[in-house]
């Protein structure tokens, strides 16, 4: 299993930045990839980003040129770093990763809230 905490989240005004950090633990060798993913109130949940062991990273077109996704090997870690952000950016973020074994979306965190202000 693996276990996912994710922080750095907050309130922040149209045009800000923030840098959420996913931390994982556990069976860290089963992880084929991790995105991040969020959902907005009465809308659908959405794949914002993803990177692969190999390095490999997705972005949806909504956030091109404005997120950045990246891993810290070392510290287990994948980073979303949030700039130029919109109201529209406003969801809970969560963090979710793909399994070798399946190759599908199987342990994911509690997710961060992201508020962004007009």
């Known amino acids: 299993q693996v276990q996912l905490v994710e922080s750095g989240g907050g309130l922040v005004h149209s045009g800000g930045s923030l840098r959420l950090s996913c931390v994982a633990s556990?069976?860290?060798?089963?992880?084929?990839?991790t995105g991040w993913h969020r959902q907005a109130p009465g809308k659908q949940r959405e794949t914002v980003a993803i990177?692969?062991?190999?390095?490999?990273?997705h972005y949806t077109d909504s956030v091109k040129g404005r997120f950045t996704i990246s891993r810290d090997s070392t510290k287990n870690t994948v980073s979303l770093q949030m700039n130029n952000l919109k109201p529209e950016d406003t969801a809970v973020y969560y963090c979710?990763?793909?399994?070798?074994?399946?190759?599908?979306?199987?342990?994911w965190g509690h997710g961060t809230q992201v508020t962004v202000s007009s």
């Open positions: 979710a990763v793909v399994v070798i074994s399946t190759s599908k979306l199987e342990y």
């Open positions: 556990g069976n860290i060798a089963s992880i084929y990839a």
């Open positions: 990177i692969e062991t190999g390095g490999n990273t």
